[in-house]
Nanobody, 128 residues
Framework: QVQLVESGGDSVQAGGSLQLSCQVS????????MAWFRQAPGKEREGVAR????????????AYAGAVKGRFTISRDIAKNTLYLQMNNLEPDDTGMYYC?????????????????WGQGTQVSVSS
């Protein structure tokens, strides 16, 4: 059974930093496309960052939503089978529930419909 468990969410002031973690069991992060999504109250879930599986010529390549590019970094620790999201220079618009997701069969893009496995989320709140 695949399980994704997020942690690291918190309340911070604008300009601060947080690192989110996603502990994965039941599949290897290196063999899957892994991603972070977020959902603010009253808004649709949106893709934040994704990282390709380690296989292939583009293995491990990340991609980011425009709103977070240059501020967020997605990474994985293969030995710990854990996905991370380092978030710097946080803004109030970054507030929301952050979800870890994985797909082994779908396209590795920032669209929620491609992902089969989801965590329960961790809350990030950024105040101005």
């Amino acid at each position: 059974q695949v399980q994704l468990v997020e942690s690291g969410g918190d309340s911070v002031q604008a300009g601060g930093s947080l690192q989110l973690s996603c502990q994965v069991s039941g599949l290897t992060t290196s063999g899957a496309c892994m991603a972070w999504f977020r959902q603010a109250p009253g808004k649709e879930r949106e893709g934040v960052a994704r990282v390709l599986s380690q296989s292939g010529t583009r293995g491990g390549t990340p991609a980011y939503a425009g709103a977070v590019k240059g501020r967020f970094t997605i990474s994985r620790d293969i030995a710990k089978n854990t996905l991370y999201l380092q978030m710097n220079n946080l803004e109030p618009d970054d507030t929301g529930m952050y979800y870890c997701a994985a797909t082994i069969t779908g396209l590795c893009e920032l669209s929620s419909r491609f992902y089969q496995y989801w965590g329960q989320g961790t809350q990030v709140s950024v105040s101005s």
